[in-house]
């Protein structure tokens, strides 16, 4: 069974930096696309990154480009999001997805506020 | 605001069946495979229809996709109360160069 858990959320400052983790267990990790998506407070679903199954294709929503950048360690079968210069509106909770979103995680919470 | 358009809300009594709509362009649903999500009330997203009108082991066959030029829509036949959820559409957008959600439709079962 499909397993995913990311940590790293928390409550940040503007401008602030955030590192957002997501394990995976029960299915080949390395042979997995993953993405990032986010839903705001009431709000509808936003796909945030993309990474291909070796890291070599990787793809961010105008919203986060520039500012987030998706990583992964396939002998970790580890996800990663580095957050930088992080804003009021980057408020949500955070999932990774597999492939085209077929497993979830139950989400990490960030918060950013002065 | 996204480049997928998605009726806020819909609604239908027990065993009626209804449709959503997901409205894009050429870039998008005109060019790409249609993914549907169902999103229960504080949990996460599930997927429910994948490549147009393919259903994921498990889900039932009340729930069907479909697409036709730049429009996609879901079905759900035989409403049930379970049903109330909010619902996704999702594409890759050729011109983004990503990954795009509809703004999602609120079901509700009267």
């Known amino acids: 069974e499909v397993h995913l858990v990311e940590s790293g959320g928390g409550l940040v400052q503007p401008g602030g930096s955030l590192r957002l983790s997501c394990a995976a267990s029960g299915f080949i990790f390395s042979s997995s696309e993953m993405n990032w998506v986010r839903q705001a407070p009431g709000k509808g679903l936003e796909w945030v990154s993309y990474i291909s199954e070796s890291g070599t294709a990787i793809y961010y929503a105008d919203s986060v480009r520039g500012r987030f950048t998706i990583s992964r360690d396939n002998a970790k079968n580890s996800l990663y999001l580095q957050m930088n210069s992080l804003r009021a509106e980057d408020t949500a909770v955070y999932y990774c997805?597999?492939?085209?979103?077929?497993?979830w995680g139950q989400g990490t919470l960030v918060t950013v506020s002065s | 605001q996204s480049v997928l358009t998605q009726p806020p809300s819909a609604s239908g009594t027990p065993g009626q069946r209804v449709t959503i709509s997901c409205s894009g362009s050429n870039s998008n649903i005109g060019d790409n495979v249609v993914y549907w999500y169902q999103q229960l009330p504080g949990t996460a997203p599930k997927l429910l229809i994948s490549m147009n009108n393919q259903r994921p082991s498990g889900v039932p066959d009340r729930f069907s996709g479909s697409k036709s030029g730049t429009s996609a829509s879901l079905a759900i036949s035989g409403l049930r109360s379970e049903d109330e959820a909010d619902y996704y559409c999702?594409?890759?957008?050729?011109?983004?160069?990503?990954?795009?959600f509809g703004g999602g439709t609120k079901l509700t079962v009267l």
């Open positions: 999702a594409v890759w957008d050729d011109s983004l160069s990503g990954r795009v």
């Open positions: 997805a597999e492939g085209w979103f077929g497993s």
